[in-house]
């Protein structure tokens, strides 16, 4: 990680953390639920997503502030994602971010419960944020596309319909365009949004997304086989024991190496169209595709 990603991270993150918990903790809900809700979002993480908003807004000389919110949002969102993944009726995971997962410490009722509130608490604050009418209802109807049946949830759904057979690599990345991909789009789409790129910038951030969205699976599906438990965070080699669809089952490891820097390249052509210096986010490509967690 060059000099300049690693400032832009270490100086955000806390930002965007200190937001994100504010707004939970302000909320007027029963003190388990909340407790259970700030659990998973207080395990730590990347924070990718936010920082992506965020990453827009540097890039097009944007006050980064307008980003916190809308960053600290989408956050809730995947943390919902990840607690709900981890159920026993899904993942039935025991560790996320090397703590014990939420229905572990809560039980299977109320981690349901906490990643339910997440979601809705999410559009709420994007409802109330502090800008356009126009924009915040962009904003609401991008999020319930990417998070929703059309995106996140949907994705879901065709992984787990993928456990019952071989996907081809059509199949696959139309789960994972979904799956991990929405997510990361939107983020990179709400930071355009925040931040009145034109219609042409858009197009090409959100061509990069595209991109950098299948990259961060095929190197989790990569990191699945590679890492192990204590550098994840989570149970290595979940994926081969599950018989899940993945890259690497599919086009063998080095196969998934091939098309994890097909994609990277790909993304990194997307930002040679821009007529911005998009430094920050070469630097973010390079840091998804040689992760080790």
Do not use: W
Request: hydrophobic residues 45%; aromatic residues 6%.
């Amino acid at each position: 990680m060059n000099e300049q990603l690693k400032y832009f991270i270490e100086s955000n993150i806390p930002q965007v953390e200190a937001e994100m918990f504010a707004l939970v903790e302000k909320i007027d809900a029963p003190g388990d639920l909340k407790e259970s809700m700030l659990y998973s979002l207080k395990a730590g993480g990347k924070r990718i997503r936010p920082l992506f908003v965020l990453a827009v807004l540097e890039l097009f000389n944007k006050d980064l502030k307008v980003g916190l919110t809308v960053g600290s949002v989408i956050e809730i969102i995947h943390t919902y994602s990840l607690i709900h993944d981890d159920l026993p009726s899904m993942d039935n995971d025991d560790f996320r971010r090397g703590k014990p997962t939420n229905h572990k410490v809560y039980g299977e009722a109320l981690a349901t419960l906490a990643g339910d509130a997440l979601n809705t608490l999410a559009f709420g604050i994007l409802a109330r944020m502090n800008v356009s009418a126009e924009k915040r209802i962009e904003l609401v109807n991008l999020l319930s596309i990417a998070a929703g049946a059309e995106g996140m949830v949907g994705g879901q759904v065709l992984d787990m319909e993928g456990e019952q057979r071989q996907l081809n690599l059509a199949e696959l990345e139309h789960v994972h365009i979904n799956k991990t991909g929405a997510l990361l789009r939107f983020s990179i789409e709400a930071g355009a949004v925040l931040a009145n790129v034109s219609s042409e910038e858009r197009a090409t951030l959100k061509e990069y997304a595209h991109h950098i969205g299948l990259a961060f699976q095929i190197q989790d599906d990569i990191l699945d086989i590679e890492g192990t438990t204590e550098e994840l965070g989570k149970t290595a080699g979940k994926d081969v024991a599950s018989d899940k669809s993945t890259y690497p089952a599919l086009l063998s490891l080095n196969g998934a190496k091939d098309k994890l820097a097909e994609h990277y390249q790909l993304a990194i052509h997307a930002l040679d169209q821009l007529q911005v210096d998009a430094g920050l986010l070469r630097e973010f490509a390079a840091y998804i595709v040689h992760r080790k967690n």
